[in-house]
């Protein structure tokens, strides 16, 4: 499947977590990482998300925050990767930022131009991916 | 800690409601406004999201 979505990550499910509204997935996806989202119940039971099956996570880069010098803060958002600045490409009013991640994949962050600047954000520098378990959209093949 | 994200509110915890997989987290912000987000169980407890707790929320422009 092609989206828009410039993030995709595939793996297999690790956990579920079953709420009333809504069920917490964990994906394992490359170099032994983890992915969490919140999706409703009704979708991850249409999916037939259980543990051992395959599925993929989507994340807009529109969605990710990047952060640097993250010692010692704590952050809600359930997802943080971490990897160096591999292309920083700016625009207008925004920036692409890619981060490379151990393993070989990558994550595209869309930062303002401001940020960017703020945060001296280089190619060759450490930088997290942070993201929400909220922003996750899980898709399966079958 | 440095983020992309281009507002940082910060205020303190007021109220915090559990459900089955996510908490509503009410932040008092010094200008009397509230700011509400929605994290994950798991997030309020490693945070240690309680009353009278100094938090910040993190919301990108984009």
């Keep these: 499947m092609k989206t828009s979505a410039c993030n995709q990550f595939q ?8 709420g009333s509204v809504n069920d917490e997935i964990e994906l394992e996806v490359a170099g032994g990482k983890k992915i969490v989202a919140i999706i409703t119940h009704e979708s991850a039971d249409g999916l037939g998300l259980q543990v051992g099956a395959k599925a993929f996570a989507l994340i807009k880069a529109s969605s990710i925050i990047v952060a640097t010098d ?6 809600s958002a359930r997802n943080s990767l971490n990897g160096t600045i591999s292309q920083v490409k700016s ?16 994550v595209a962050a869309i930062v303002t131009n401001e940020s960017c600047k703020s ?16 922003s996750v959209i899980i898709g399966t093949l079958t | 800690m440095r983020t992309s994200a281009r507002n940082t509110l910060k205020g303190i915890v007021e109220t915090v409601i559990e ?9 008092r912000l010094e200008s009397g406004a509230a700011v509400y987000a929605i994290v994950t169980i798991e997030s309020a407890r490693l945070l240690g999201l309680v009353p009278g707790k100094i938090a910040y929320a993190l919301i990108k422009s984009s």
């Excluded at chain 1, 793996?11 to 079953?18: A, C, E, L, R, S």
């Excluded at chain 1, 993250?70 to 952050?75: A, L, R, S």
């Excluded at chain 1, 207008?92 to 930022?97: F, G, H, K, P, Q």
């Excluded at chain 2, 459900?19 to 932040?27: C, F, H, R, Y």
Aim: proline share 2%; net charge positive; no cysteine.
């Design chain 1, 11 to 18: 793996g297999k499910v690790t956990n579920v977590k079953q």
């Design chain 1, 70 to 75: 993250d010692k010692g803060t704590k952050i």
């Design chain 2, 19 to 27: 459900g089955a997989v996510n908490s509503e987290i009410t932040l």
């Design chain 1, 119 to 134: 945060l001296g954000l280089a190619v060759g520098m450490p930088a997290t991916a942070i993201f929400k378990a909220s």
């Design chain 1, 91 to 106: 625009g207008a009013v925004n920036s692409e930022v890619i981060i490379g991640l151990e393993g070989g994949a990558s």
